[in-house]
């Protein structure tokens, strides 16, 4: 689907349908949102001027985002890179919910930025777990134990550094090989909207 956010033209997943912004959302956002059956999403994509756009330098967000997170946080994903002489990128960090004191799930938030004609496309996703919720993370600890103890070494870990220990550490069900078994989770929905949005392009 196509969107015209400013100036700039972007594609984003067929199934995502427009709904109206808020007063409170920036200046000339759209809004869009889908569910599944494991997943409730949305998403808001808007100009940004290029003095408020990441840096794009992945050692840069990662470290910028370990100032940021607090200890039911952690980083999934940070990618660049340039497509058709655009550059983009992106960062997936994954929230541990609550309710009332009981887990309510995982929140996946998909911040990308992506650079065409000297314009910012910013895009800030929520991805958040619905239903039933730790399937996909219950269904790969069983089938990696099945391979032996020590095939659970590592399980929990941050991606860019075995070394780091600080809050809600990425695992290993939520590694991108993953997705392709759980279309409809949050976490593949969240790589698909960035796909889609760094490969399927952004033009002017």
Not at 143 to 171: C, F, H, I, V
Request: net charge negative.
């Amino acid at each position: 689907m196509k969107l015209n956010v400013g100036e700039i033209t972007c594609v984003v997943p067929d199934y995502f349908q427009q709904i109206d912004s808020t007063p409170d959302d920036p200046e000339g956002s759209i809004a869009i949102m889908t569910q599944s059956e494991m997943a409730l999403c949305f998403a808001l994509l808007y100009p940004l001027r290029a003095d408020e756009a990441m840096p794009f330098d992945e050692a840069m967000v990662i470290e910028d985002i370990r100032q940021m997170l607090d200890e039911s946080q952690g980083i999934v994903e940070v990618k660049s890179g340039v497509n058709e002489d655009r550059r983009f990128i992106y960062s997936i960090v994954r929230t541990l919910k609550e309710e009332d004191g009981v887990s309510a799930g995982i929140q996946y938030i998909l911040c990308l930025d992506i650079e065409t004609g000297g314009k910012i496309l910013h895009l800030q996703g929520y991805f958040d777990e619905a239903g039933v919720t730790g399937v996909r993370e219950s269904m790969m600890y069983i089938m990696q134990g099945r391979e032996g103890d020590s095939a659970l070494e590592g399980w929990a870990q941050d991606p860019y550094d075995p070394t780091y220990k600080k809050g809600a550490l990425s695992n290993v069900s939520e590694n991108a090989q993953v997705d392709s078994m759980f279309p409809a989770h949050p976490l593949s929905m969240a790589r698909e909207m960035a796909r889609c949005v760094t490969e399927g392009a952004v033009e002017d």
